[in-house]
Nanobody, 116 residues
Framework: QVQLVESGGVLVQPGGSLRLSCAAS????????MSWYRQAPGKERELVATISNSGRMTHYADSVKGRFTISRDNAKNTVYLQMNSLKPEDTAVYYCNWRRIGLDYWGQGTQVTVSS
């Protein structure tokens, strides 16, 4: 079965950096576009970044452009989200996502808290 397992979320100070990882299994990862979403308390889940199956194409939400970088290692079935210059408004649960013909698969999420 499809499994997405996120890790790397911690408490970090404003201006700090963090790298999230998502380990995938149960499908052909190298053929799958992948995404990171986040959900802050009291807000709807929002798309943060997307990467094509090859890694050549990426897309970012305006709020994270220039600060976050999505990447992947198809040999390790893992997608990453490098987050720099973190702000308190980046505080959220971050989720890994694979969308297959209208079906969404999600991980359990990893909490990122940006606070001094």
């Amino acid at each position: 079965q499809v499994q997405l397992v996120e890790s790397g979320g911690v408490l970090v100070q404003p201006g700090g950096s963090l790298r999230l990882s998502c380990a995938a299994s149960g499908f052909t990862f190298s053929s799958a576009g992948m995404s990171w979403y986040r959900q802050a308390p009291g807000k709807e889940r929002e798309l943060v970044a997307t990467i094509s199956n090859s890694g050549r194409m990426t897309h970012y939400a305006d709020s994270v452009k220039g600060r976050f970088t999505i990447s992947r290692d198809n040999a390790k079935n893992t997608v990453y989200l490098q987050m720099n210059s973190l702000k308190p408004e980046d505080t959220a649960v971050y989720y890994c996502n694979w969308r297959r013909i209208g079906l969404d698969y999600w991980g359990q999420g990893t909490q990122v808290t940006v606070s001094s």
